[in-house]
């Protein structure tokens, strides 16, 4: 999957921090994140997100993973601005592609993705890969644990690929093109 250009690198990044403000809120008001949580971002951009969510929920550990080593540089400088006597330990950046997790099975209690998804394919409008995206963030989810996303792109074929595996949604709100759901992965015996 390409990397984003210059103008959409800015784009994404200019409004990040009140889009944060706004996802974290319906979050927090929409499910019980588990006490101790271990939490994958997947797609963090510059990083807004991932600081407000480990400042507001202290999960045990919130890796915030992107494949474009350009915004982990813009995240780094948001975690630098954010946290000038050093960022939380629990919060870590990590350059990484959704489409090869380098993580174990069942390693996390909460994925997050926003706006990220549709990019597991070469063209937004092509919805090829996101099932194998949908498949490693499945894979490395516990049972039971939550899958929050936003996205504009491929929403039915996503939430079909989700219920088709029993997954049952805890939160849903539409704003203009984008949806963003809370899913909840089914435990063995649901
Ligand atoms: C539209 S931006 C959204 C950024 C952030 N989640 C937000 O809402 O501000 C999509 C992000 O996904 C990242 N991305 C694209 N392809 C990826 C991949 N294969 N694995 C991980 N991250 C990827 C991009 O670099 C970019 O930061």
């Known amino acids: 999957?390409?990397?984003?250009?210059?103008?959409?690198?800015?784009?994404?990044?200019?409004?990040?921090?009140?889009?944060?403000?706004r996802r974290y809120r319906w979050i927090r008001d929409s499910v019980e994140v588990p006490d101790g949580a271990v939490c994958l971002e997947v797609g963090c951009g510059n990083g807004e997100f991932a600081a407000r969510f480990v400042d507001g929920q202290h999960p045990a550990s919130y890796v915030a993973i992107d494949v474009d080593p350009l915004q982990l540089d813009e995240a780094e400088r948001t975690l630098r601005t954010r946290y000038p006597n050093g960022t939380p330990s629990s919060l870590e950046l990590k350059r990484a592609d959704m489409l090869n997790?380098?993580?174990?099975?069942?390693?996390?209690?909460?994925?997050?993705?926003?706006?990220?998804?549709?990019?597991?394919?070469?063209?937004?409008?092509?919805?090829?890969?996101v099932p194998d995206a949908?498949?490693?963030?499945?894979?490395?989810?516990?049972?039971?644990?939550?899958?929050?996303?936003?996205?504009?792109?491929?929403?039915?074929?996503?939430?079909?690929?989700?219920?088709?595996?029993?997954?049952?949604?805890?939160?849903?709100?539409?704003?203009?093109?984008?949806?963003?759901?809370?899913?909840?992965?089914?435990?063995?015996?649901?």
Do not use: C
């Open 101 to 129: 997790l380098p993580f174990p099975d069942a390693a996390f209690d909460v994925v997050l993705t926003f706006v990220a998804l549709h990019h597991a394919s070469p063209t937004h409008h092509d919805s090829s890969r």
């Open 134 to 190: 949908l498949s490693e963030i499945d894979r490395v989810l516990r049972h039971g644990g939550l899958l929050v996303y936003s996205e504009i792109f491929h929403k039915e074929q996503i939430r079909r690929w989700l219920t088709d595996r029993g997954y049952s949604t805890d939160g849903f709100q539409r704003r203009f093109r984008l949806e963003s759901v809370i899913s909840r992965k089914p435990s063995p015996t649901s």
């Open 1 to 21: 999957m390409p990397e984003m250009n210059r103008f959409q690198r800015f784009f994404v990044n200019w409004s990040a921090a009140r889009r944060a403000a």
